[in-house]
């Protein structure tokens, strides 16, 4: 479990292809926590699972179904990432709770001033949109942010010039894709409510 509160920003330094998949290399020496072989990782919203490690160079294996459910197919060498190691028990919980398990793929509508924040507009698929609420909790590319509004498919947050800085926001534009990740308990509420649990 993470909590969508970026610790650091890393770079893909490498992206091999390995048996129809990809391993994907990345620079994490922004990173201040030592992660284990074994250990998740948080990567831009994406929970994988460290399979090798060189000083802060960090290896991971994605499979196709992750490469075509999530940002992360469309990767290339250089871009940067968000990172958050696993939650551990003692940690705080300054977000909200984050699995890393991607429901969708939205798209930036549009970025505007807002005082020194700016205002971000966002498109789900129409699948997803009953799960976002007003002032409910959201993981846009692994990062914890609260719904403003809600309009359809749309919903709109505000992104304080502190988040802009620390995560890959500060290189978004109008267009690109992002990784979302609906709140937990909106998806077990709905599950309870359809009555098909025993």
Not at 36 to 57: F, M, P, Y
Not at 179 to 196: C, F, Q, W
Request: hydrophobic letters at 45%; aromatic letters at 4%; glycine letters at 10%.
């Amino acid at each position: 479990m993470f909590s969508g509160i970026v610790q650091a920003t890393g770079t893909i330094a490498r992206i091999e292809a390995r048996g129809g998949d990809v391993r994907l290399i990345i620079d994490a020496s922004r990173l201040d926590r030592e992660l284990a072989l074994g250990d998740s990782l948080c990567v831009s919203g994406v929970c994988l699972t460290l399979i090798e490690q060189h000083d802060k160079r960090l290896a991971f294996d994605v499979s196709n179904e992750t490469l075509a459910l999530t940002t992360l197919g469309a990767l290339r060498e250089g871009a940067a990432v968000n990172l958050e190691p696993a939650l551990r028990l003692s940690d705080p919980l300054g977000g909200h709770l984050v699995s890393g398990h991607v429901d969708g793929v939205a798209q930036v509508i549009a970025i505007e001033p807002d005082a020194r924040s700016r205002r971000w507009t966002f498109e789900v698929p129409a699948n997803l949109s009953r799960y976002i609420a007003t002032k409910g909790s959201v993981c846009v590319d692994g990062v914890s942010l609260t719904v403003n509004e809600v309009n359809g498919n749309r919903f709109g947050v505000n992104l304080i010039p502190a988040t802009l800085a620390a995560t890959t926001f500060g290189q978004r534009r109008a267009g690109d894709a992002v990784n979302i990740e609906v709140d937990l308990v909106a998806r077990y509420l709905e599950r309870l409510r359809a009555g098909d649990v025993p």
